[in-house]
């Protein structure tokens, strides 16, 4: 949803990297392109936004995001992270549960998704928990939320693992009754007690806790053969290790409707950061 509903004249801009190109927006919709654009502009008037030498795509949708309300609005709120996404290019983001309270019912999702057509800058999209309190322990009201005002479709309980794999089943075989996706976060927690950073040379040269590929290859694994079993749907967040990668590759190979995830830091940082001990390198 737009925050302001008037009419633009996006000038020059290259189309999806191609040729460059006027563009006319009207309502929060294109409304017209090329000549017919500069001549609905010289006949009514539009805001004209200079674009040359800039790119125009669609709007992008961010699966994975952190707005913090309520609970933590001391972090961040809605207001003040869809601005932000605005500002980025995106048009949509999808709110996870790890608020407080958590999102694990259809009142808190409500709340978020009204919070954001209040704020007004992006469609906010609620993220409901798979389990109660992202406990781990019993399924939440995944039927609620998908029914509620929010209309939730992707469940997760991320910040955690869903690690009970009987669990894992019957959220994967819910949430096919709604065309829902769950997405896991995939870490063994058993394998990442006390872990510190990547188990590699530079962990064991610091003296720090390992914290093995394994832990996260290991569910993502056992996660697509369960979508594969029930026929459901899974997103993995945060892939960050290449066997990871290549199970992902494998199940998709097969017809496994399963799709990921990477971030910034996992693309762009390495082990040996780690030496500085600078914080800033600790997310």
Not at 86 to 91: D, I, P, Q, S, V
Not at 111 to 130: E, I, K, Y
Request: glycine share 10%; proline share 3%; with cysteine.
């Amino acid at each position: 949803m737009a925050k302001n509903n008037g009419t633009y004249l996006i000038r020059g801009a290259s189309i999806l990297g191609a040729g460059a190109e006027d563009l006319l927006i009207s309502d929060g919709v294109i409304a017209a392109r090329g000549a017919a654009a500069a001549a609905h502009n010289d006949a009514h008037g539009a805001t004209v936004i200079e674009a040359a030498g800039l790119v125009a795509l669609p709007g992008m949708v961010d699966v994975h995001t952190h707005l913090r309300e309520p609970g933590r609005e001391d972090a961040e709120t809605v207001e003040t992270g869809t601005r932000a996404a605005a500002l980025g290019g995106f048009t949509a983001v999808h709110a996870m549960a790890n608020s407080n309270p958590v999102a694990d019912t259809a009142g808190v999702v409500e709340q978020v998704h009204s919070l954001g057509r209040a704020a007004g800058w992006v469609d906010v999209r609620p993220v409901g928990a798979v389990t109660v309190g992202l406990a781990g322990e019993q399924l939440a009201e995944l039927g609620a939320m998908a029914d509620s005002r929010a209309q939730v479709r992707m469940f997760s309980d991320d910040g955690l693992c869903v690690h009970d794999p009987v669990l894992m089943r019957r959220a994967l075989e819910y949430v096919k009754a709604f065309d829902g996706v769950v997405a896991q976060h995939a870490q063994e927690p058993r394998l990442t007690a006390g872990a510190q950073m990547n188990e590699g040379a530079v962990s064991a040269v610091l003296g720090l806790t390992g914290w093995p590929a394994v832990a996260e290859e290991s569910i993502i694994a056992r996660d697509v053969l369960l979508a594969q079993h029930v026929n459901s749907r899974l997103h993995v967040c945060h892939v960050s290790t290449a066997g990871s990668v290549e199970i992902i590759r494998w199940a998709k190979e097969r017809g496994i409707n399963v799709t990921a995830e990477v971030t910034p830091h996992h693309l762009l940082l390495t082990d040996d950061l780690v030496r500085s001990y600078n914080p800033v390198y600790k997310v």
